[in-house]
């Protein structure tokens, strides 16, 4: 959408006015032909002409004063705002055949994006190059995260299986994303059987009781801490860089569990938090971290997030593992709430109905409600209109020499007999 800064600047495109009425009004210069009596004894024609003439050197010195009328008035241009989205969305491993492919291409025909099911939402380019495909995909984070970033209006088909094990924890509402579920039965991936786990423990100085209720916790659950081996689990506390030969591309570290960083700035606050079932009080904590919400607060921010880092899962938890921030670690659901994060049952590929895989929908009807989608910001185009002002400029000023050398060297006509 164009716009103007400055609105009394269109006052300056009456200035196109002075070069037609030049062209319209000027006395066009005599041409006196040496040596002959025609001029003198022809009859008397008008003095001015109403005939425009020299059009391109009029359309020219229009069209600059405009540019500069323009750039005056400040003109500016806002893109329009999202318009809701249609996305058709795939789980990664789905493989659609007969009447679910024509579910699908249908669709797409109606004016449905193709995207797949994953992080980040990437276009689906080839149905055939999937991502990797899991049977414990946070399928419920991913659509409350996108129902957070999309315009109100927003629709989704999701096709894919409805195995139980994608849907852990609380099925989620929403309000601007409404979620219908197309079941696709599909094979679920083969299920490698869990390695023993070797975890480690890095903590800064201040982390110490932080550390020792993790340890515990780990104890507690039967896994082997180690200090010189590389672990395949680490719990990072604080600031501390893991050591070199764990973070080799080589290693087999598969999971890292970072709390609150000192650098963050701590928000003292009354909230709580579930885990496994129960509730804990949450006092203090810091903004998310980056990646794919886990888990929420009872104000709905994310204290647990996940990001890949290469083939390592990294953890973000939003707070510290001190009874100064929860009541978590003091409780003897500590150790088996890490049990359950840790060893989920991903085997439990029982279906549940499509109405039960799809979110919640209850549009919010408040006034003032708004996308959390930000506004494109608006572009300045005055530089643009005096570039093209001087531009202008400049071929008006070429021209006008021709026309003018044009004029001079008009022949004459030669003596009347």
């Known amino acids: ?100 492919l ?122 082997a801490l180690v200090t010189h081996e590389v672990p395949s689990l680490v719990f990072q506390l604080g600031a501390v860089p893991l050591p070199a030969s764990w973070t080799e591309p080589a290693s087999q570290l598969v999971q890292v569990i970072r709390d609150a960083p000192e650098s963050a700035e701590i928000l003292v606050e009354d909230r709580r938090i579930d885990v496994d079932g129960e509730t804990f009080a949450l006092r203090q904590r810091v903004a998310a971290g980056p990646g794919v919400p886990i888990f929420r607060d009872s104000h709905g921010d994310p204290w647990l997030t996940e990001e890949r880092q290469g083939s390592a899962v990294l953890w973000n938890v939003a707070f510290r593992f001190h009874p100064d921030w929860t009541d978590w670690p003091l409780e003897a659901s500590f150790p088996r709430g890490w049990r359950r994060l840790l060893e989920p049952d991903g085997r439990n590929t029982a279906p549940i109905a499509p109405e039960q895989a799809a979110p919640r929908f209850e549009p919010d009807s408040a006034p003032g409600f708004q996308s959390s989608t930000p506004r494109p910001p608006p572009r300045d185009l005055r530089a643009g209109c005096w570039l093209v002002g001087a531009a202008l400029f400049l071929v008006e000023r070429l021209l006008s020499a021709w026309v003018g050398r044009n004029r001079t060297t008009t022949p004459t006509a030669s003596p009347a007999s």
């Open 1 to 100: 959408m164009v716009q103007l800064l400055q609105p009394l600047g269109w006052l300056a495109l009456g200035a196109v006015a002075v070069p037609i009425l030049i062209h319209l009004w000027r006395r066009p210069l005599p041409v006196v032909r040496v040596g002959s009596l025609r001029p003198f004894l022809a009859h008397r024609r008008p003095s001015r002409s109403r005939w425009v003439r020299e059009w391109p050197l009029l359309l020219l010195r229009c069209a600059l004063l405009i540019a500069l009328a323009l750039a005056f008035a400040g003109l500016v241009w806002t893109p329009r705002t999202p318009s809701p989205a249609r996305w058709c969305l795939l789980l990664p491993g789905t493989n659609l055949r007969e009447n679910h």
């Open 102 to 223: 024509n579910e699908w291409q249908e669709r797409l025909a109606q004016g449905f994006e193709p995207r797949w099911l994953a992080p980040g939402f990437p276009k689906v380019v080839n149905r055939e190059s999937s991502p990797e495909v899991s049977v414990e995909a946070p399928v419920w984070p991913l659509l409350s995260e996108v129902d957070r970033t999309l315009v109100p209006g927003s629709e989704a088909w999701v096709f894919g299986p409805t195995w139980r094990s994608l849907f852990q924890g609380n099925r989620p509402t929403v309000s601007r994303l409404r979620v219908q579920w197309h079941d696709v039965p599909t094979t679920p991936p083969a299920v490698s059987e869990p390695s023993s786990v070797r975890a480690g423990v890095v903590h800064s100085a201040d982390r110490m009781l932080d550390a020792d209720s993790v340890r515990a916790a780990l104890e507690a659950m039967g896994v």
